[in-house]
T-cell receptor, first 116, second 112 residues
Framework: DGGITQSPKYLFRKEGQNVTLSCEQN?????MYWYRQDPGQGLRLIYY???????QKGDIAEGYSVSREKKESFPLTVTSAQKNPTAFYLC???????????????FGDGTRLSIL | QKEVEQDPGPLSVPEGAIVSLNCTYS??????FMWYRQYSRKGPELLMY????GNKEDGRFTAQVDKSSKYISLFIRDSQPSDSATYLC????????????FGTGTSLTVIP
């Protein structure tokens, strides 16, 4: 079945530690996204990538980093610089939008990150 | 002012009721509108995707867009306990980049 796989489902971070969240898709989508979901705040965009080896910062990129070496994979690293990392992290993907058509995003089942 | 406003609820209805969920927005450039359903500890699942104004129906779900009022709605007919979830609206403009703006979600409980 085609879909988006995020791992792990739960992750714990110690002070000063970097952690990496995995996101893999087999939908042959060009574009991939990372969001952070906090209670009462909705989804906030961290980073997005429209094509391999290219990515752009979203609204809350500070303290996070990404890479896009393969079309199928878009890992997110939460660095020690992110002082409030506890949240539910969602990865999404979509077909590449054309000049006259936007494309809906499809989501994985998320990773819940907590501080130890 | 937030780009997208959505009443967080919670909303509680008896089984079989018609549910109306709504979002308002401020950016007149938005042309693509989506509704997602999110169960607890899961990712959002795309329910409806519409372009510009008008209605779209899919089974028990109807999405309605009123661009003149900057108002979108999702109607659920014959609601079921399995419809209990958080519903997120999302929207974007036609500009390349595909950045979507999400509402905070409305929590719905359908009571058997």
């Amino acid at each position: 079945d085609g879909g988006i796989t995020q791992s792990p489902k739960y992750l714990f971070r110690k002070e000063g530690q970097n952690v990496t969240l995995s996101c893999e898709q087999n939908l042959n989508h060009d574009a991939m996204y990372w969001y952070r979901q906090d209670p009462g705040q909705g989804l906030r965009l961290i980073y997005y990538s429209q094509i391999v080896n290219d990515f752009q910062k979203g609204d809350i990129a500070e303290g996070y980093s990404v890479s896009r070496e393969k079309k199928e994979s878009f890992p997110l690293t939460v660095t020690s610089a992110q002082k409030n990392p506890t949240a539910f992290y969602l990865c999404a993907s979509s077909s590449r939008p054309t000049t006259d058509s936007n494309q809906p995003q499809h989501f994985g089942d998320g990773t819940r990150l907590s501080i130890l | 002012q937030k780009e997208v406003e959505q009443d967080p609820g919670p909303l509680s209805v008896p089984e079989g009721a018609i549910v109306s969920l709504n979002c308002t927005y401020s950016n007149s450039a938005f042309q693509y509108f989506m509704w997602y359903r999110q169960y607890s500890r899961k990712g959002p699942e795309l329910l409806m995707y519409t372009y510009s104004s008008g209605n779209k129906e899919d089974g028990r779900f109807t999405a309605q867009v009123d661009k003149s009022s900057k108002y979108i709605s999702l109607f659920i007919r014959d609601s079921q306990p399995s419809d209990s979830a958080t519903y997120l609206c999302a929207m974007s403009s036609a500009r390349p980049g595909n950045q979507f703006y999400f509402g905070t979600g409305t929590s719905l409980t359908v009571i058997p």
